[in-house]
């Protein structure tokens, strides 16, 4: 174990693994503090990029770009009123409610060393609990892999999203895409209407540049708010004061990380989702509730911590199942395949020196956080005044070269399209667009334990239950999908016996 | 652009529909209780009961409100053609980059982009020429993409 302890340091503190560390924290704040710019959108306008290099830098890239992305997306939030990213639109106006004040250095401060601290705690997490959940997977066979596959798509489309059924839909449009091609037990071609490049599948790649930046730029190109005004010229020293706010809010800062990491790793729900949450817990559970909304830096502490938090969750179910907990791991997951390093348990006991390699680069990535982003606040005037009408198509060209690099096919240039189109439509009409992506990602695996159950169990379905693992994990499913129903009977029972409670 | 819910229930049915129907086509495996058609048609089976779910759902919301309603944009012409023309400088490039080849498209592309977007005109063509040539440099020099040189091919460097 040490030995390969000893192996991870040596390859992430390589000169090119730094490098690629390096640069990717300055795109990544970029990325971040640019409002419509997500940090799903970093990582999958890095893929390309990644694709040609060894697969530690690649991570090193991905994990470093979404960190700061994920931090300085509370800059503009503060500065603008725009959350440069999603995961900070939970505290966007509270921020700015601090700015109006002239407290913008606390809240920026209180984003960054909070980020930091909630990216470590979710670090702890994935350090301690990823190994010890590949040695529980290391004994699971198709029965388990099939529920493991169900309980994921399940809480993507029941917890996530306040509409259920939207979400069922687009999760079935998710796995009827992955269905396309060659790659089924039988190997019979579905659905590829003759074309040669269809054979192959819809590349998952292509799809994900398409939905996550795509469609952004199609929802810049129509965007018809006015744009926003920097009222701070200068910030101040934004590190003051936040040791006391550390000693005033010790178990906000707890409890925003342990949500955070719990809702990153859910599949589905990422960081914007783990700031909502927090957000609205931290104002629940506050003493000075009334605060909250006036300025108060109480619930940017933990929503801060919360969404950085999620991001290492988020890695948990990616690493050891092959299960992304969000977006950006739906991605990862993709260059993990395509670098030979399959996600999965054996993952932790063929090649340990990788998924320490992994924990290395989170801890570290977190640590940098800190004197970058101080950078990245101090040129943060800059950074907002970047014109986002020469950015946007430069993103376009890029999207059109990186998606082409993957395969040299201008296919793919027609999937990343078409996706996007889609994307945008969907979401326009309050479809939400993690579970398709998590049918997309896990689809094929989802059929593929599937069909060997069936083959296994001679097409009875009883044999789905009859190992204890998988009749728990099975039991856990089942309860999810009955459980809004009968909330909704229960709600409705209630609603009865009052009179109107929303009056 | 935002559809009622039934006209996305409806879509969805033929889906659903047109899948259950592509997958009675394809092969039983001999001596296996499950082929290749099973899962599709699932999904199909769900698509076809969440269709039928959102029709009667958009059906009740209806309220009089339209089928299909655009948003603000639509009555900015300058959108509508930044729109058309995003959309459509990715369609040309797949139609087009094998022939004119990647260095004139991405000029094209930036510089119609750029100028809808009311970027100033010298400032447009100066950026795209310079942006084309620096994604070109780092994709087909460092990561050796073989992007198509077109009509350029006798200057190719």
């Not at chain 1, 994990?63 to 997306?73: E, H, L, R, Y």
């Not at chain 1, 590349?203 to 952004?216: K, L, N, Q």
């Not at chain 1, 950006?328 to 063929?350: H, S």
């Not at chain 1, 570290?364 to 950015?391: D, E, F, S, T």
């Amino acid at each position: 174990m040490s030995a390969a302890i000893l192996q991870a340091f040596a390859m992430v503190f390589e000169p090119a693994t730094l490098m690629a560390i390096v640069g990717a924290a300055f795109f990544g704040l970029f990325v971040g503090a640019v409002p419509g710019l997500t940090a799903t959108m970093a990582v999958a306008l890095l893929v390309p990029v990644t694709f040609f290099m060894q697969p530690i830098p690649a991570i090193a890239t991905m994990v470093t770009a979404t960190a700061m992305a994920i931090f300085s997306g509370d800059v503009p939030g503060c500065l603008l009123r725009i959350p440069g990213t999603p995961a900070s639109a939970a505290y966007t106006d509270e921020a700015f409610a601090m700015t109006r004040k002239g407290q913008a250095e606390m809240a920026l401060g209180a984003g960054l060393v909070f980020s930091a601290v909630g990216g470590l705690f979710g670090t702890a997490v994935l350090i301690l609990a990823a190994p010890a959940l590949a040695e529980v997977a290391l004994n699971f066979s198709s029965f388990e892999y099939f529920w493991l596959v169900l309980l994921g798509l399940t809480c993507a489309v029941f917890i996530t999203s306040d509409r259920p059924l939207k979400g069922v839909v687009t999760l079935l449009l998710g796995l009827l895409v992955a269905c396309v091609g060659l790659g089924n037990p039988a190997g019979f071609p579905r659905f590829t209407f003759g074309s040669t490049e269809m054979t192959g599948g819809i590349g998952m790649i292509p799809m994900m540049i398409g939905m996550f930046a795509i469609s952004e730029v199609i929802r810049y190109v129509v965007d018809t708010s006015p744009p926003a005004v920097l009222v701070v010229e200068k910030v101040g020293n934004v590190l003051a004061g936040q040791w006391a706010l550390a000693r005033k809010y010790p178990r906000q800062i707890l409890r925003g990380s342990v949500l955070g990491t719990a809702v990153g790793a859910l599949p589905g729900a990422g960081a914007d989702m783990a700031a909502w949450m927090s957000y609205a817990m931290s104002k629940k559970f506050s003493k000075e509730p009334q605060k909250f909304g006036t300025g108060h830096v109480e619930g940017i502490v933990e929503s801060g911590a919360a969404n950085n938090s999620a991001l290492a969750g988020a890695w948990i179910p990616a690493l050891v199942f092959g299960i992304p907990g969000d977006s950006i791991t739906a991605i990862v997951i993709g260059v993990l395949y395509m670098k030979n390093m399959n996600p999965g348990p054996t993952l932790f006991t063929t090649d340990p020196q990788n998924i320490y390699a992994v924990f290395l680069l989170f801890i570290l990535a977190n640590i940098i956080m800190v004197p970058l982003g101080l950078l990245c606040i101090k040129a943060a005037r800059h950074v907002l005044r970047v014109p986002r009408n020469i950015l946007m198509p430069v993103i376009v060209l890029f999207c059109i070269v990186g998606t082409f690099a993957i395969n040299n096919s201008v296919f793919d240039v027609g999937v990343m399209l078409v996706a996007g189109v889609i994307a945008y439509l969907l979401e326009a009409n309050r479809f939400p667009i993690a579970p398709a992506i998590l049918g997309v990602v896990l689809g094929g695996m989802l059929e593929e334990n599937f069909i060997t159950s069936m083959i296994k169990s001679d097409g009875k379905l009883g044999a789905f239950f009859s190992r204890p693992l998988a009749a728990a994990l099975a039991v856990v499913t089942i309860v999810l999908w009955f459980a809004p129903v009968v909330m909704k009977m229960r709600s409705r029972r209630s609603l009865d016996t009052l009179p109107s409670p929303r009056a | 652009m935002k559809l009622n819910d039934a006209v996305f229930g409806l879509l969805l049915t033929a889906l659903g529909a047109w899948v259950l129907f592509a997958v009675q086509g394809f092969p039983r495996i001999p001596g296996q209780p499950v082929g290749p058609a099973l899962f599709p048609g699932l999904i199909a089976c769900g698509l076809c009961v969440c269709g039928v779910l959102l029709v009667a759902k958009g059906w009740r919301e209806r309220d009089g409100g339209p089928w299909v309603a655009f948003d603000d944009w639509v009555r900015s012409p300058r959108r509508v053609l930044a729109l058309a023309v995003l959309l459509g400088a990715i369609v040309l490039y797949i139609a087009a980059a094998e022939v004119v080849g990647f260095l004139p498209l991405a000029v094209l592309t930036l510089l119609a982009l750029f100028l809808v977007l009311g970027v100033p005109a010298a400032r447009a063509v100066l950026i795209a020429v310079v942006a084309a040539l620096v994604i070109h440099f780092a994709f087909y020099k460092l990561l050796r993409v073989p992007l198509p040189w077109g009509v350029l091919k006798t200057y190719a460097w």
